[in-house]
């Protein structure tokens, strides 16, 4: 089975959400407590072995390849002043020469088509990741590695799943589960919809973020057949694989934050912060101390 080397993170999006924080900085470099939100995901990717990262971005959003460029003279300068921490901190961001590569998604199409804008970068017969790096995803080991390993085993699409409640599954993609999870908590699919409405749900099982998809699929995406919300859908493409392929949900444990929402990216930064042991005094007597 090749191994998932590549990975696409669709960072496209113009965040309206957060304005007006996100006017000048792309939404995926707001901080959750020091480091971006995309930074996560891309360690997340470089933990599973990624070594190819391909971002999907859109126009005015070039500060992001800054971030995971070098900074010579801010090395420079770190190291003059003996700043040792902060300067494996900032040489730690950056993506090795050539590996590294930006495309555009020239208009909101919808997420498999930001996926497919990826499609010159990736073979018909190479697996690769899809990062949605808004889902802040904390686990040890992190949850693509996890999914890595599972994938060397099944192939096909692997794709991470977490259970909503019934009320939710209109804000997701949901999988139809064929048959039980095994012991590798994967799941075969026997289907999967975007954003039903809970009545007509095939189940509660909702998708996270985190895909591994095999390099064909961007044939099917080139279709550009248009799904929920009028736009061309990730999930609608991994259906379609089925069939042809084995498709499995692979149930992830962990802490999940959707950094796409306002109370989602409080939520990781306290989380995050939570976690530093030179902040977790002072933030939960703060914390214990609005909560009294
Ligand atoms: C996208 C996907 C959806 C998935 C979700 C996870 O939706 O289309 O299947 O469940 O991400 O965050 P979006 O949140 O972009 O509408």
Redesign the pocket.
């Known amino acids: 089975m090749a191994r998932v080397k590549k990975a696409v993170f669709p960072v496209a999006g113009l965040g309206p959400r957060f304005l007006p924080a996100t006017k000048a900085v792309p939404k995926e470099l707001l901080p959750v407590v020091d480091k971006p939100v995309l930074q996560y995901a891309v360690e997340e990717a470089r933990a599973a072995g990624v070594e190819d990262f391909i971002f999907v971005s859109s126009r005015g959003k070039t500060a992001m390849a800054d971030h995971f460029d070098r900074h010579t003279e801010l090395e420079e300068t770190l190291e003059a002043r003996g700043k040792t921490d902060l300067l494996e901190a900032v040489r730690d961001c950056a993506i090795p020469s050539g590996r590294a590569v930006f495309v555009r998604q020239p208009e909101p199409l919808g ?1 498999g088509h930001a996926v497919w804008c990826a499609h010159a970068a990736i073979a018909p017969d190479e697996p690769f990741a899809v990062l ?1 790096p ?2 802040l995803l904390l686990s040890d080991p992190p949850c693509l590695a996890q999914m890595t390993q599972a994938h060397e085993a099944t192939g096909g699409a692997v794709l991470a799943t977490m259970e909503v409640p019934r009320e939710l599954t209109n ?3 949901i999988l139809d589960p064929d048959g039980d999870e095994d012991e590798r908590r994967l799941t075969p699919a026997k289907g999967m919809v ?2 039903p409405d809970p009545e007509v749900a095939p189940s509660t099982m ?4 985190r895909y591994i998809l095999p390099g064909s699929i961007m044939s099917k995406l080139a279709q550009g057949r248009r799904g929920a919300g009028g736009e061309v ?3 609608d493409a991994v259906d379609s694989l089925i069939g042809e392929m084995p498709v499995h949900g692979f149930r992830f444990i962990g802490e999940r934050h ?1 950094c ?1 929402s306002m109370a989602g990216f409080v939520k990781a930064n306290i989380a995050c912060a939570l976690k530093r042991d030179e902040l977790r005094e002072e933030i939960t007597s703060f914390l214990n101390g609005k909560l009294c």
Not at 206 to 209: A, E, H, M, N, P
């Open positions: 997420l949605l808004d889902e804000k997701y993609g975007e954003k909702s998708l996270i973020g859908q990730l999930t959707d796409g």
